[in-house]
């Protein structure tokens, strides 16, 4: 398969945008996405960009999901 990165931070990006005009950063989409966008980043090399939006997203899965939740444990891993 080829790997079009480059389109995938745009479009994240995008839904980031997207999501903190709407419905606001403390909401769990906008935290989903920072944790996809992470994976992105971790793909392209940029491994403390990625740091950076999974320690984002984190507290907001927690507070949503619960600590206990595959979604804040795989970011929590990832984190780590």
């Given at each position: 398969a080829r790997h079009r990165w480059s389109e995938a931070e745009q479009l994240l990006d995008e839904a980031l945008e997207l999501y903190s005009s709407s419905v606001g950063k403390a909401h769990p989409y906008h935290?989903?996405?920072?944790v996809e966008f992470a994976g992105v980043l971790v793909a392209t090399g940029r491994l403390a960009e990625a740091a950076t939006?999974?320690?984002e997203a984190l507290p907001v899965l927690r507070v949503h999901y619960g600590a206990d939740?595959?979604?804040?444990?795989?970011?929590?891993?990832?984190?780590n």
């Open positions: 935290a989903i996405t920072l939006h999974y320690a939740h595959p979604a804040t444990r795989n970011c929590e891993t990832d984190l």
